[in-house]
């Protein structure tokens, strides 16, 4: 089994997490604007009225990001719901200049799915999706060029971002690690997301706690955010259960927060206790009508579906003989 087992004097503990995967939607302009999304190119140089939250400016929805996302939750065989929402999540963030995020909340464009992994022991296991939805990202904000001055560059404000998230089934650090390559593996051949984790595409947020085996429901847990690549992933799951197994262990306990993880040192510091939904006052966003899709139109982008890893290796198993 790949369950992987703290074991101490004091007893045996077993890791519970689940993952939230930011994947940025490839197409050639934002979600709500027209502005382009370029890599790499010059600081706030794709910015538009929109993405700088400019007073007045309206969004208009990127079709091509609707057809992405769906042509995604096809791939994580998930629900695709015909109808959906975006909402306003408000926050204020020194690179968020509208000071909200549209998004979706209650009613998401993609539900309950699965990815099957293959783990190293030669077992399978299913990892259930609880949802996907579609929303803006934010920008960035730079705090290693002046030690006294924040940068912010808004070429990311307003990228389209498909949000995936898991159920808490993840029992080890490698069951992450291989869920979050079979995930890459699935968007690049669907073409709908880079997964180059190392240029912010594709980003993760861990959410980690312990239990003692044979113990049931779950305790609190951590959530550290935007870890961006797959080894410091498993080094933050493996890294952040043992801290909650200590603390237990001495006798303390674990507060819902969010937190940052240093790969460098293997540790993670506190940025903020943890927010819950109703702190962010969610609403429906005025200014979207909700997103209806027929079965036609759906059915019409099940036909653009490409051959899938699972798919290819069961054909490669079964006719070639490999």
Known sequence: MSEYIIETEKGKWEIICGLEIHCQIISKSKIFSGASTEFGDDVNENVSFVDAGMPGMLPTLNTECVHQAIKTGLGLNAVINKYSEFSRKNYFYADLPQGYQITQFLYPIVGEGYIDIDLPDGESKRIRIERMHIEQDAGKSIHDIDPHKSFIDLNRAG???????TKPDFRAPEEAGAFLR???SIVRYLGTCDGNMDEGSMRCDVNVSVRKVG??????RSEMKNVNSVRFVMQAIESEARRHVEVYENGGSIEQETRQ???ASGTSKLMRK??????????PEPDLLPLVLSDAYIEDLKKEMVELPDAKKARFVNEMGI
């Open 159 to 165: 990228v389209g971002l498909m949000e995936i998230v």
């Open 182 to 184: 079979k995930l890459r």
């Open 215 to 220: 113990e049931s429901g779950f305790r609190p």
């Open 261 to 263: 993880f240093d790969p």
């Open 274 to 283: 943890k927010e819950f939904a109703h702190d962010y006052r969610y609403f």
